[in-house]
């Protein structure tokens, strides 16, 4: 049976660098959380229990420069396969990029995963939020 374990959501993420981390706004950002194996930190989500998760992040972001943008979901610094979501973007608009729920499997020789979410161009990140359930 699949259990919400945490929502969060910052609705003050700012600059964001092309290739940079959205800030996820720390515990601070927290709506809703159950149990222990899961945490937000500054920069992502830290999960601590072994066992499958589906990840559900959206970012709304105003570009600082016309052309596409994309927002990955990556697992430890590595991309997680078909979480990508990409949009085009004009000089200084607003896209909201929900990236597709994603599986990712944290293994019992893990003592934690760590979950971010990249942007592939310069933005202001209005918004960040993300849904986490562990399957």
Do not use: F, H, W
Request: hydrophobic share 45%.
């Amino acid at each position: 049976m699949a259990r919400s374990l945490i929502y969060t959501y910052n609705p003050t993420a700012g600059a964001v660098a092309a290739g940079g981390v959205v800030p996820m706004g720390g515990t601070g950002a927290i709506v809703r959380r159950y149990g222990g194996c899961v945490n937000a930190g500054q920069n992502g989500i830290t999960l601590s229990g072994e066992g499958y998760y589906t990840v559900s992040p959206v970012v709304t972001a105003v570009a600082a420069a016309a052309g596409s943008i994309s927002a990955t979901l990556y697992q430890d610094g590595t991309p997680v396969p078909g979480a990508v979501v990409t949009d085009t973007a004009t000089a200084g608009g607003t896209v909201t990029l929900a990236v597709p729920p994603s599986a990712v499997r944290v293994r019992c020789s893990c003592a934690q995963s760590v979950l971010t979410v990249v942007l592939s161009a310069a933005a202001t990140a209005s918004t960040i939020s993300a849904l986490v359930t562990k399957e």
